[in-house]
């Protein structure tokens, strides 16, 4: 029976979040599975995978093919890395201490850059958020300018009217 890795689809409309599932190839897209290996949620920033990675890893080993978008989850989490490192301990190339600790000296790495990303965007964020702040701020002083300005013409406006009249008062007399 040939095995895939791929996602079942579940959610509400407009709002989907998948499963990653070990599915017979014949089965359906949300049909029937074999195992549930963790669940995919691209609605969040960033998007959200909770993975049992020991599962996957046997999975492959006893030759589940992964769909593309699977397998692209798959490598984003370091199961195909840790699958090729097995490979390698199982042929005799590598000592499992030595897989082990090119994996993590990875993960190390992995970590780092998602971190350093999630404070870039933090920063980037913050900064757009800050020159908003400052536009609206030079948008009210503006208004307030504007205002106060017509409010001294407009004060200005009856006493020069009021001068005017008396000035013809005086004419008339």
Do not use: C
Request: hydrophobic residues 40%; proline residues 3%; glycine residues 6%.
């Amino acid at each position: 029976m040939a095995v895939k890795i791929r996602l079942a689809r579940r959610g509400r409309k407009k709002r989907a979040m998948y499963d990653i599932v070990v599915a017979p190839s014949a089965a359906g897209r949300d049909g029937k599975f074999l195992e549930k290996l963790g669940t995919y949620n691209p609605n969040t920033d960033p998007s959200t995978i909770v993975l049992k990675s020991d599962r996957a890893v046997y999975w492959l080993m006893v030759g589940a093919q992964p769909t593309d978008t699977a397998r692209s989850i798959l490598s984003h989490e370091g199961v195909l890395l840790r699958k090729h490192l097995q490979v390698g301990v199982n042929k005799g190339a590598i000592t499992q201490e030595q897989a082990d600790e090119k994996f993590s000296a990875w993960k190390q790495s992995k970590d780092g850059q998602v971190a350093g990303a999630a404070e870039s965007k933090q920063q980037s964020e913050a900064k757009a958020r800050q020159e908003r702040l400052d536009a609206e701020r030079k948008v009210s002083a503006d208004r307030a300018a504007a205002l106060a300005k017509k409010n001294v013409v407009v004060e200005e406006a009856p006493a020069a009217a009021g001068e005017t009249t008396e000035e013809s008062a005086e004419s008339a007399e």
